[in-house]
């Protein structure tokens, strides 16, 4: 491990808890030391309190930090001599901790402190840093890894045997570091969880971490551990069928609609196809920490119901008839030959930080087997940090729960305007959205783990093939069918009609929606609750205008399609319906020249001519797309054939 150190960008954080910022983000730049909000750092700062007395201030990072991204807010300050108070004493409940530690704060708006506060009060030096690092895990989970330590550290660091964490850990590292800690200790070794380094600056505490992960890794490499190499082979062909069937079942073990992101690359596929992936696996996580995110074990194979009557015993074995929090028992985390490895959530960016903690663990895993065998901690260990209420607060969201969360919607004609418009509100919304579009824009509407934009040529089936292919590799299937792309070509009377203008307007407004709604009704069929289908329509379907004939003829013919799909899906639970809009005027299409000269053609105003409708209001792609979401929402749960008017009132539809 190198040390990222630069004077120069030290320079421009100032203070102490700037140069904790900093170093902190050091850490956090490095997936191998911190996975996903894992780690914490703090300092010990004097300051002045509202009396004019000076006060010991911890500034510990608050609990949703980043160590990443981190800045000043993201540390709360508690009142060290209270938490000194607290570490003194011999017992201390997780409830009472909880709130304690709350009240030692000395900003009512702060985050809430780390769980592990006190073991950072219980260090004496100014900067404490601590990291899960790969590395260290490994080697502590490797046969004779405590002696493997020592070897390695001599008495440059304390080793704490693994303890539950919360008080009584800290209980147990006072009563250890107040007989082995000496002038030359840098560092505490917590067994099964992480490191922790200390100094009285933030570049000394932070290059103790350099150094003593440094070491580990020279030891892996010693043993031949330092790289894993995956055997090259040919991914498997998972239909999208079985992916989106074997979701399905999961979803219903889960009790909701889950995530599930496939993956086939070197790593994933060469553990996932070892001939002893299942009892490697099967010994458990490579630390309790992840265990909210992973399960303890993932699921070998696709027997769904296997597992989850496996993880009932599990909690039923170890509960002893004590209250629990409800805990679904379907997979994080599968390893199958044939599909490679899979990775669940209740939102794309759940699944996205399974697969990297179980990425993270595959290779420890390797790398302990190099160091004379691969072990871990018992069953009952990973049980009590799963079901640690304070554990679990890591995984609690505030407000309501998002109405698509876990499902995936795919919108066509996504790039800009009304498809745009229902991208955003589905994601709003909790889905996991894929955009289609032929403009490469689509791509970079969002970067964000629920969001995937695919450049397509919808007149291409070998495109929509490719792209449903990878929409149900990351996602796990379709829930929710958005068909919006379109064109209008130039009004053209039909004496004058090209047959090309003709074909080139069927075959996007009219052929690639019968090829979409065709290809992806296996994928609607699987849908945890229910598949949904919203057409964007037109006016012109119910009052069609002269000069747009192929747009008119194209629009009330996906109408039908519509309306026989309706009548052919309702058996299979699937909803279609169809949203006619009409006078859309924040689109592309609409320059403010072009809206100027159709006002000016009616002897209107702009505003008058954007709001000639019944109700004289102006109707958006927002509105639109609210609507677009809702009918594929639950209060629209028993419709479908509707064709439902966004247009103001229109006089000659009405």
Not at 59 to 68: F, I, M, P, T
Not at 165 to 173: I, Q
Not at 606 to 630: C, G, I, P
Request: with cysteine; hydrophobic share 45%.
């Amino acid at each position: 491990m190198k040390s990222l150190w630069n004077d120069q960008e030290a320079a421009r954080f100032q203070g102490a808890l700037g140069q904790r910022v900093y170093t902190s983000r050091l850490l956090g730049r490095d997936p191998s030391l911190v996975l996903h909000g894992g780690g914490n750092t703090s300092v010990k700062l004097l300051e002045t309190n509202i009396f004019g007395e000076s006060e010991e201030v911890l500034y510990v990072k608050g609990r949703g930090a980043d160590l990443s991204t981190i800045d000043a807010a993201g540390f709360a300050p508690c009142r060290l001599r209270r938490l000194l108070r607290l570490v003194s004493l011999t017992e201390l409940a997780d409830e009472d901790m909880e709130s304690e530690l709350k009240l030692s704060l000395t900003r009512a708006s702060a985050p809430a402190p780390s769980v592990e506060t006190l073991l950072h009060a219980l260090l004496p030096q100014a900067f404490v840093d601590h990291t899960h690092a790969d590395a260290l895990i490994a080697v502590m989970n490797s046969r004779d890894g405590f002696e493997r330590l020592q070897k390695i550290y001599g008495g440059q660091v304390v080793i704490i045997p693994y303890t539950m964490p919360g008080f009584k850990l800290v209980r147990l590292c006072r009563e250890i570091l107040s007989k082995e800690a000496s002038r030359e200790t840098i560092g505490v070794i917590l067994m099964h969880h992480g490191l922790f380094t200390f100094g009285d600056t933030a570049k000394v505490s932070y290059e103790r971490m350099v150094d003593l992960v440094t070491r580990a890794e020279l030891h892996i490499e010693a043993n031949g551990g330092a790289r894993i190499e995956w055997p090259a082979q040919e991914p498997p062909r998972s239909s999208r069928v079985e992916i989106a069937a074997l979701r399905q079942e999961i979803s219903r073990v889960a009790g909701a609609p889950m995530i599930l992101s496939v993956h086939t690359d070197s790593q994933a596929l060469g553990f996932a196809s070892r001939e002893d992936v299942a009892e490697l696996s099967g010994r458990g996580g490579v630390t309790p920490d992840h265990v909210i995110r992973t399960k303890r074990i993932p699921m070998v194979g696709r027997d769904v119901a296997r597992y989850a009557a496996g993880y009932q015993e599990y909690v039923r074995f170890h509960s002893n008839d004590r209250s629990l929090a409800v805990v679904d028992p379907a997979p994080r985390v599968i390893l199958d030959p044939h599909l490679g490895m899979g990775v669940l959530g209740r939102s794309a960016e759940d699944a996205a930080i399974a697969e990297d903690i179980y990425r993270h663990t595959i290779d420890i895993i390797m790398r302990a087997e190099k160091l004379g065998g691969w072990r871990a901690l018992p069953a009952k260990d990973f049980f009590e940090v799963e079901f640690w209420d304070l554990e679990r607060t890591k995984l609690a969201k505030s407000g309501p729960e998002p109405v698509f969360l876990g499902e995936i919607a795919l919108v066509t004609g996504a790039a800009s305007g009304i498809g745009k418009a229902c991208v955003d509100v589905l994601l709003e919304r909790g889905a996991a959205v894929v955009g289609l579009d032929v403009a490469p824009a689509v791509k970079r509407l969002y970067d964000r783990k629920s969001y995937l934009g695919i450049e397509c040529d919808l007149t291409s089936e070998e495109q929509i093939a490719a792209a449903l292919d990878q929409t149900v590799r990351t996602f796990g299937s379709v829930d929710m069918l958005v068909l919006n792309a379109g064109i209008f070509p130039k009004s053209t009377p039909i004496a004058a009609m090209s047959t090309e203008i003709w074909r080139k307007t069927m075959s996007i407004n009219l052929d690639a929606n019968l090829i979409l709604m065709r290809d992806c009704f296996p994928l609607l069929k699987f849908a945890p609750r229910g598949g949904r289908v919203a057409i964007i329509g037109s006016k012109n379907v119910a009052a069609p205008g002269p000069g747009a004939a192929a747009y008119s003829a194209s629009k009330s013919a996906v109408q039908q399609l519509a309306r026989v799909a309706a009548l052919e899906w309702g058996s299979e639970r699937i909803r279609v319906n169809c949203l006619h809009p009409n006078a859309v005027f924040d689109t592309g299409i609409w320059t403010p020249e072009v809206l100027a000269a159709r006002a000016a053609s009616y002897n209107l105003s702009v505003q008058e001519y954007k709001t000639n409708n019944v109700l004289r209001t102006e109707v958006t792609s927002r509105d639109v797309a609210e609507l677009a979401a809702d009918v594929c929402g639950p209060r629209f749960a028993k419709t479908t054939g509707a064709q439902i008017p966004v247009d103001g009132g229109n006089e000659r539809v009405i």
